[in-house]
């Protein structure tokens, strides 16, 4: 079963370029290869755990970059001395190139990478930035005290939430 990340579609954001883009790459029918097989795992609030099954891979065979909003790992099998001239009768275990894609929230950094018993393990966090998380409000009515609007801190609907 293929599951779908709605997270931009929670975000409430001013300008919807992200979001068209993101539509767009969904319509455009690209083939999906599911090489190498992942799970995403929530640890918490605001960690997450990638893990990706790379067996044959080592740690010189792996790239990950991440770029803004893009997690990008690469995995290409170098040649070796020792491969050349050995004669499979059945080759099953897949160390073919590949390259998988993640589109990660915005405030959401890599925090570390492993690489154990054939799992590349890819640990995320986020955090956001002061200036970006709810804020008490004073609102002045015109009649007689200010009003306080009230932000919540959990972001993990996307929106915030606001109490009179």
Partial sequence: MRTTDFTPYRRATVGFDRLFDFLESGSRGETADNY???????????RFRITLAVAGFGNDDLDITSHQNLLAIKGRKAER????????????????????????????????????????????????????????????????????????????????????
Avoid: C, W, Y
């Fill in 36 to 46: 190498p097989p992942f799970d995403i795992e929530r640890m918490g609030a605001d």
């Fill in 81 to 164: 001395e020792e491969d050349k001239g050995r004669q499979f009768v059945h080759l099953g275990i897949a160390t073919r190139a590949f390259e998988r894609r993640f589109e990660l929230a915005d405030f959401v950094r890599v925090e570390g990478a492993d690489l154990k018993d054939g799992l590349l393990t890819i640990e995320l966090v986020r955090e956001v930035p002061e200036a970006m998380k709810p804020r008490k409000i004073n609102l002045a009515t015109g009649k007689s005290e200010p009003v306080q609007i009230e932000g919540s801190n959990e972001n993990e609907a996307g929106g915030n939430r606001a109490a009179a």
